[in-house]
């Protein structure tokens, strides 16, 4: 569950500075990654880089950036900005030439209770607001299973328990998934379940909305869901969780999006 993302995952406020200058080597306008130097951020990438997408990556620490990311890429650019800093900042490290946003940021534990809402309730509205200010009409999540655990009758699940002890992180991005919802952006909204740093096992399984209550998923397995979900016209205003399972049977991404009906 992205709630268990640490540290690394919020992208940080100055915009002048950056790394190469980004190309879109498939002809598509770069896609803007917030979050890019977190554990499923990076991933994200790497991966989209390997597809020949250009890459523009919002990062909190320039010099971690510039050792976690790949170097020497042409079609990567690196950029400082903030998710709590307000959309207008944003706004500028997007910019006109993004097609399309994911948004992989998470909270750093730490003594503030309200880190959950700053990062990932008001920042992720803020990226929102950001790209509307710009004309980015793609926006992709990567949020939770469980943030709904409430009306799911999951209240005592330890999961949700656990992860509502640090400043009611699943509520607040709750809050996040209704206000992109209701903002008119075409969005895709994944929730992943626990996620794990090996690589992928199984096959994946994706689920409507307020359905999966528990399952693990590769975090290089989230990466690939969010990205195909850019390319996938099935995936669009759609919130879908995702786990894998060794005995789900191996579908293509426009039977698995398909297969998840809008509400």
Excluded: H
């Amino acid at each position: 569950m992205e709630g268990s993302e640490t540290t690394g995952n919020e992208i940080t406020e100055e915009v002048t500075e950056t790394t190469t200058e980004a190309t879109s080597v498939n002809g598509l306008k770069k896609i803007f990654v917030a979050g890019a130097t977190g554990s499923t951020g990076k991933r994200i990438v790497e991966q989209l880089l390997a597809r020949g997408y250009g890459v523009k990556a919002g990062v909190r620490d320039l010099e971690k950036a510039k050792t976690s990311l790949p170097s020497n890429n042409p079609a990567l650019e690196i950029v400082k900005a903030d998710v709590t800093e307000g959309s207008a900042k944003l706004a500028e490290a997007i910019s006109s030439d993004s097609e399309a946003v994911i948004c992989a940021t998470g909270f750093s534990y730490g003594w503030d209770v309200f880190a959950p809402w700053k990062v990932d309730n008001f920042g992720t509205v803020n990226l929102v607001d950001a790209c509307r200010k710009v004309g980015v009409k793609r926006f992709i999540l990567v949020s939770s299973i469980l943030v709904n655990g409430a009306s799911m009758g999951q209240i005592l699940n330890p999961a949700y328990i656990f992860l509502n002890i640090f400043g009611l992180t699943l509520i607040a991005k709750l809050q996040a998934e209704n206000y992109i919802r209701k903002s008119g952006i075409n969005y895709t909204i994944i929730r992943p379940g626990g996620l794990r740093n090996e690589p992928p096992t199984g096959n994946l399984v994706m689920e409507p909305e307020d359905t999966l209550s528990g399952g693990t998923i590769s975090r290089d397995l989230v990466a690939e869901v969010a990205i195909e979900a850019l390319v996938t016209p099935e995936a669009s205003y759609k919130v879908v969780e995702i786990v894998s399972s060794a005995d789900a049977p191996k579908r293509t991404y426009e039977e698995l999006f398909g297969s998840v009906k809008q509400r």
